[in-house]
């Protein structure tokens, strides 16, 4: 019993600890940066914005709402989505 490393110590738990700030670097931290990227640019959302919806449309902001926007994807075709589905606004509103 008292050649035994203490339990912080054991290769096990070394490892766990290695692999759970592993995973967090790798995958939870990134998810989380982009997220909050994801919610900057919805929020900055304004009229005239060029934007890519999931579906991959192109379209032009017509109007901004609290949770979704109005775009307008043809002429005289305008579309009401949730604003969540906006991947990347391609050209800002100058």
């Keep these: 019993m008292s050649g035994e490393p203490p339990v ?3 290769p096990q738990v070394v490892f ?3 692999m759970v700030g592993f995973m967090y670097f790798v995958i939870i931290r990134p998810q ?7 919610a ?3 929020a900055k959302l304004d009229k005239n914005d060029e934007v890519i919806t999931v579906g991959g449309l192109h379209a032009t902001v017509i109007s901004v709402g609290e949770k979704t926007a109005t775009i307008r994807i043809a002429d005289n075709v305008k579309v009401e989505i949730e604003k969540s589905s906006i991947v990347q ?6």
Excluded at 32 to 38: F, I, L, N, S, T
């Design 89 to 94: 606004v391609t050209k800002s509103r100058q």
């Design 32 to 38: 989380q940066k982009q997220k909050k990227e994801h």
């Design 8 to 10: 912080f110590l054991q």
């Design 16 to 18: 766990l600890v290695f």
């Design 40 to 42: 900057n640019m919805v």
